[in-house]
């Protein structure tokens, strides 16, 4: 595929709704988020019923690719593996539209909506998930892999297996290292083990693994400081990256881990399946950079994620006898905390060019703002300026040689975020949750299509 994809990513739970419509079962987030009684994605965007609008406004907005994910409770009926057909028909719909507007699907498999029943079993703790996720990943490709060319097995495994089993605030909200290793490796296992099917299937079209990239910068390049990045590079991104790219999973991060793990869950033959089957390409996540240095607080948690303040620079993430992260006091942040650091993603794809020479997609990002859905056009000038940045980030690097294929703007309308709800959008378009849903362009959604208009596609 040689055009440039510049398109807007979004996933099934956050936009969908619908959640009792058309046969779906329930999934790990509609159990979590109604128990604990939170804001949850019942309804949310509706894109269920309103996907055509939201897709021909994309089209209108100059995007030519949409990333967004197949809900698997939507598809898999049980623990048998049966298939839902009005499932089926609902994204048979979806894709014909994206293809009737020469909008280019790239699907990603689970963005984090996990059947119940397979959560009742232990969910990702189970190692009959991965078969479970390879059996429901062989339906989408018998399904859809006539016209989706570009598939994800995974939407970020390490921002999942972190929030839902060391940090504890995503479902299933567990806080326990043991048990974060284990999914981990479940995930990147069921990665391999889907590689290895759409390969077998011989289906036209590229798989990949999209990951939240944090390049990891050091305060000082003292010995210690350094030895330090090496952990966090391993905890933010090698185990995700190494693993899905090169097969292999750090050496040096087992050590550390078998002094506090039990590892006999993987099988040397395993281990061989995912040294054989690894990706086509790359889908970066790029919100922010981490800073860091070495541990010394004596902190003796073994994590620390201080989310708790909206201060900013005030949430830090600590791993006793690894890293502490640091929040530079000179940096800008987000009214969600996050720093803004459009470098790191200049220097974060070339790095990774460098390190997997794998073509490479921007599958997320945006920046997360407070704002009125009920005003007729949002001036949201912080998102272009923000955008803008981040663009050239991703423009200097391409041109510079690193092979990146494509840019999706998380999102291309407001939908649904983890646990902050409706409050916190993301979208190039409004969504009036107080009037009727009513779709309405932001300031954004017209500077994105200048941009994709000028920059072109090649
Ligand atoms: C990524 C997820 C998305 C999305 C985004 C924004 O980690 O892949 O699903 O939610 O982050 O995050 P949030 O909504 O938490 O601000």
């Excluded at 291309?412 to 969504?431: H, I, M, Q």
């Amino acid at each position: 595929m040689k055009e440039f994809l510049w398109g807007g990513a979004t996933a099934s739970y956050q936009c969908e709704g619908g959640f009792q419509e058309g046969n779906r079962v329930p999934s790990n987030w509609d159990r979590y988020l109604h128990e604990n009684g939170l804001e949850n994605g019942d309804v949310a965007c509706d894109h269920y019923h309103r996907y055509e609008e939201d897709i021909r406004m994309m089209k209108e907005g100059g995007q030519n690719s949409y990333r967004f994910s197949i809900a698997w409770p939507r598809i898999i009926s049980n623990r048998k593996g049966d298939v839902n057909e009005e499932g089926v028909a609902f994204y048979n719909r979806l894709i014909d539209t994206c293809l009737s507007y020469e909008i280019v699907p790239m699907v990603t498999i689970f963005h984090w909506d996990l059947p119940q029943y397979l959560e009742d079993e232990s969910g990702w703790l189970n190692r009959k998930t991965c078969e479970a996720y390879t059996h429901y990943a062989k339906v989408c490709f018998e399904r859809f892999g006539d016209r989706v060319k570009l598939w994800t097995t995974f939407n970020e495994p390490r921002y999942y297996t972190f929030s839902g089993y060391l940090i504890g605030n995503y479902p299933p909200g567990h806080q326990n290292l043991q048990e974060t290793v284990t999914a981990s490796y479940y995930m990147m296992l069921a990665s391999a083990m889907t590689v290895k099917a759409y390969r077998e299937g011989s289906y036209d079209g590229k798989i990949g693994i999209v990951h939240s990239f944090s390049p990891v910068y050091g305060v000082d390049m003292t010995v210690k400081t350094q030895i330090a990045m090496r952990y966090a590079e391993n905890f933010y991104n090698n185990w995700i990256l190494d693993v899905a790219a090169m097969g292999q999973i750090p050496g040096d991060l087992l050590d550390k881990l078998s002094d506090c793990c039990d590892l006999s869950m993987m099988l040397p033959e395993d281990l061989e399946l995912m040294q054989r089957h690894t990706v086509d390409f790359i889908g970066l996540n790029y919100y922010a950079r981490v800073m860091i240095k070495p541990y010394e607080t004596g902190e003796t948690t073994l994590i620390v994620n201080n989310k708790g303040s909206k201060e900013k620079g005030t949430s830090q993430t600590i791993v006793k006898d690894w890293f502490e992260q640091v929040r530079p006091k000179e940096s800008r942040y987000t009214e969600w905390d996050t720093e803004i650091f459009p470098r790191g993603l200049y220097e974060g794809i070339r790095r990774c060019w460098k390190k997997y020479h794998l073509p490479i997609y921007i599958t997320e990002n945006g920046i997360g703002l407070y704002e009125d859905g009920a005003e007729e056009k949002i001036d949201d000038r912080e998102r272009i300026e923000f955008m803008n940045q981040h663009i050239n980030a991703v423009l200097n690097a391409k041109e510079e040689g690193c092979d990146v294929r494509g840019f999706y703007v998380w999102s291309p309308f407001d939908l649904y975020s983890w646990k902050n709800g409706t409050e916190k959008r993301y979208g190039l378009v409004a969504v009036d949750y107080e009037n009727g849903l009513a779709r309405k362009p932001k300031k954004s959604y017209e500077w994105y299509k200048e941009v994709i208009e000028s920059k072109g596609n090649s």
